[in-house]
């Protein structure tokens, strides 16, 4: 008796796995576009004035700025942020077999935020350093706006070819949804992040052009001939 009993649990168990196998067969043939949002910012730049030198210095090396000699005394800073929020559906499944649930719609942001610029309050104002610092540190910002310009047509393309290759997620009970949810949501983000990596690493790159010594010395020049020029007369 007690192994006709093991038995007919064994075979409804059984039952049960190829059921729920065939069923999450029949989520992944779902195909389905979920509705892509993309949004960007570049922030609200801001200046301070306030700090010295070495306080600049010190935020330069906590963020890992190339600034080196006379433009340590300025600096241009950015935080890169991104989002991903995906909305999903249950789709039921015939026979009361479980639920699909399926991507219905994805919200991408990247964008900036707090883009600041620091100039040392040891640099005298409207001098020929201060104004070429000041320069400078513009025109880190501006390769910043025009960096993330260039790429949102790439963010928007990735956004909706990785949303449409979302594959629908197999649950017995819609208590699961949120579970459901939250992987579907990290596969996008493990997917989505890579091509963050790349915006980023594009960006230090065009960074990399303003800060270097040749540049350095080529701007530095401005204002000793500037200088030169003025104490002649």
Do not use: W
Not at 46 to 54: A, E, G, I, L
Not at 144 to 167: R, T
Not at 184 to 191: A, E, G, L, N, Y
Request: proline share 3%; with cysteine.
């Amino acid at each position: 008796m007690k192994k006709i009993l093991f038995m007919l649990i064994f075979y409804f168990s059984l039952s049960a796995i190829v059921s729920g196998a065939e069923a999450a067969d029949m989520c992944r043939n779902i195909k389905v576009e979920p509705e892509i949002k993309f949004s960007t910012s570049y922030g609200q730049l801001s200046y301070d004035f306030r700090k010295n030198t070495k306080a600049i210095s010190l935020i330069a090396a906590r963020i890992g700025s190339k600034e080196h000699g006379a433009f340590a005394t300025g600096l241009a800073t950015v935080s890169v942020d991104n989002e991903y929020v995906l909305g999903t559906k249950a789709l039921p499944l015939r026979g009361g077999k479980g639920y699909c649930v399926v991507p219905e719609s994805v919200q991408v942001f990247v964008g900036f935020s707090r883009p600041i610029i620091y100039i040392s309050n040891e640099l005298p104002k409207q001098s020929c350093q201060y104004n070429l610092v000041l320069l400078h540190e513009k025109t880190h910002q501006r390769i910043n706006k025009a960096a993330l310009d260039y790429f949102v047509p790439y963010f928007q393309v990735a956004a909706q070819k990785i949303g449409y290759e979302l594959q629908p997620i197999y649950i017995q009970k819609l208590s699961e949804i949120d579970r459901a949810t939250d992987e579907m949501t990290q596969i996008f983000t493990d997917r989505y992040d890579k091509v963050l990596n790349v915006f980023k690493k594009e960006l230090a790159v065009e960074q990399g052009k303003l800060d270097n010594q040749t540049n350095y010395s080529i701007e530095d020049n401005i204002c000793k001939k500037f200088n030169a020029k003025r104490f002649r007369r």
